[in-house]
């Protein structure tokens, strides 16, 4: 009976999703549909929740503080995509040239960084960007004759040290991922179009970029979701989740301080729904830009 | 049949496997854990404890010990975890309010002890084992980690504030910090300070409120009303803040790297005499002989100077509560522990010898075999004796209201509004309003 049903072509395939299915349901829908519901109540751990309808949403429209984080979170996104994806890009072209000096010295050295721990690296750049004349950073301003920065009290200058951190952070994973879509590129197209007379610049933009659509598609995504979910690097960078003024306050960490700090966690949920709902939109109009949900051409 | 075998080994070998994870994550809490045993026997029990303060173990320690000899049949053994401050906090409130995973006794800092007062309290009331001290010590201190008449934290210190000159940096530019009285005083000290020595009077706090409520505490306001409403906005908020500005302005006092004294990168610049003065809770003391170790033998005691003669000076600044959590192994067995550990007479003494708190039970204040002790380390490290200006001040200590509306009120100004007044510049009065608004609409 067993090993009948086993065997069965119908059943198998759908033996072998289930887990998957149940990871979903259990790790993502039941989390999900639960912080919905959760979001339209007055949730205090310990006590009972009840109902109290879009309470939690009209306080959110007109709560500074969440605009504040969600400003901070776009703008940090927007950034990173602006750094993260030429850059990387760029440098994994000049990486794959066979007559690059040192590859794969240069290949380690920029994927380091991704393997120290957030934790370790957000304290080390909150030491560099220190305040103080002997931090790493305004030393360096000192002997140009600059006078010493208070990097993490404003807005630009506390971003200027967030974004490097992401930099140096992600910068040799999305080469990573370019490197292995420069892989996918047959080296005949460029021969072809050597022969041809095209310079290097007119291959790189008519071959290379085109071709790499598809990851640099995949590396937008991601580092649309990475950007606006960020969280521990501003965490440690300001060792807490309370920087000056919020500069570095993002949605993530605003629904960390309502809900973990505060004990809040209808409002948390509330404001996770609106992260969701902010992600989904951007990725969605981005992938139907790019064209990703047309089928594919024959 | 070798098919079954395999299937059969493979599942035997999955289960084994996910036992294995099970067992491997149970009871792992980050921090630092120790077990003290404190000459505890074989059949003690053992309690756990979350602190964020390192040395409050240390007091422990000492107090375990005298436990265990006097309670043979009921002796304990302490598992000590040491959490930074807001992951302690934030970890203890799920613990708690779950139910799962909370420690048998825990260290709450006032400022979030209202917190944990929400709704029902998940903490035991603490009242039969506080009974026995009731008069030996302040009762404004039990009151403070109270609850319609329920006791749920016992306080370590009274918490007087006082200031802390750098007699070195005063003597240079001829400055006797002993003249000082008023905040004009202190002002006109500064400016000579600052033209002597080119170094700054004391700090503009932007990540704490010790300035802020000791300027309330004189002029007998508060950050809330009699019914716990915020109201920052006030005149003796703006008159404070002002004056504050004004000393910043005339180059007095100056912010500083950490946003207040009591943070490691503020320690550094003390310890290098950038700053001649602290106004802070007298626990401050601790950090002196723990962090700042350059400047022994150079730092005085004194009363806060004040916005006008006769005003109360001095407040009670900070404190923590040590509560038990209702899931506790031994609640009874834990209570009596920290009554015993924290309002006991020899407690009292101790917390003054190890950790150079001014103890809550103030006949500790007059023992002058105890303050005056010359071989105790904070006697040995400040210019003068600090219990001849705790006693000095002893009638003068008002006390800033914890409320359910405090750690809102605290967030706000410390991330924002003293940031915008100190750092930007902003007018305080809009400053201060923004921040009510800003408060109001948090706590709807």
Known sequence: ?298 | MKNKWFISLMVLSMIVFLAGCGKSSSNSSSGESSVLNGGAGEKATELSYWTFVELHGQHFEKMLEKWNAANPDRQIKLNVTVMPYDDMHNKLSIAVQTGVGAPDIADIELGKFPDFLAGDPQLEPLNDVAEPYKGTVVQSQLDLYSKNGNIYGLSTHVGATVAFYNTEILEQAGVDYKTIVTWEDFKKAGIQVYEKTGKYMGTADTSATWQASLLLAQQNSDFTDADGKPQVNTPEMVRALTMLKDLQDNNVISTIAGGQPDTEEAYGEFNSGNYATAFMPLWQMSRYTNYMKDLSGKIAIAPLPVLEKGMHRSYGGGGTGTVVTKTAKDVQLAKDFIAYAKLSLDANIEIWNTLGFDPINMSVWDMKEVTHNPDNQFVKYFVNNPFDVLNEIREEINLIRSTSASPTINNVLCTVTLNEIFEDGKDIQKALDDAQTQIEQELK
């Open chain 1, 1 to 298: 009976m067993i090993k009948n049903f086993l065997y069965s072509q119908k059943v198998a395939p759908y033996v072998f999703v289930l887990p998957f299915v149940l990871v979903f349901i259990i790790f993502w829908v039941y989390p999900l549909l639960s912080s919905f519901g959760m979001s339209f109540q007055k949730v205090t751990l310990g006590q009972e929740a009840h109902f109290i309808g879009a309470d939690n949403y009209t306080k959110l429209m007109g709560d500074t503080i969440f605009f504040k984080a969600v400003r901070n979170s776009a703008v940090y996104m927007l950034l990173t995509l602006v750094i993260l994806i030429p850059f990387p890009m760029l440098f994994a072209v000049l990486i794959n040239n066979k007559s690059m000096w040192a590859r794969e010295f240069f290949k380690s050295a920029f994927f380091f960084p991704a393997l120290t721990s957030v934790v370790v690296a957000g304290t080390i750049f909150r030491l560099m960007f220190g305040e103080m004349e002997g931090s790493l950073i305004n030393s360096i301003l000192g002997v140009f004759g600059v006078e010493p920065v208070k990097f993490l009290k404003g807005q630009t200058t506390g971003f200027i040290a967030l974004v490097a951190l992401a930099t140096w952070r992600w910068m040799g994973v999305n080469m990573l991922y370019f490197l292995s879509g420069l892989k996918n590129i047959p080296d005949d197209y460029y021969e072809a179009a050597s022969i041809d007379g095209a310079s290097a610049f007119q291959r790189f933009t008519r071959i290379t970029v085109p071709l790499l659509k598809p990851t640099t598609i995949y590396v937008l995504t991601i580092s649309i979701y990475a950007g606006l979910a960020m969280f521990i690097e501003s965490m440690m960078l300001w060792n807490g989740n309370n920087s000056p003024k919020n500069i570095g306050l993002t949605i993530v960490g605003y629904l960390y301080r309502q809900g973990i700090e505060k004990n809040n966690l209808g409002y948390a949920a509330a404001v996770g729904i609106v992260l969701l709902l902010i992600t989904m939109v951007i990725n969605l109009t981005q992938l139907a830009f790019s064209g990703m949900f047309k089928k594919e051409e024959d």
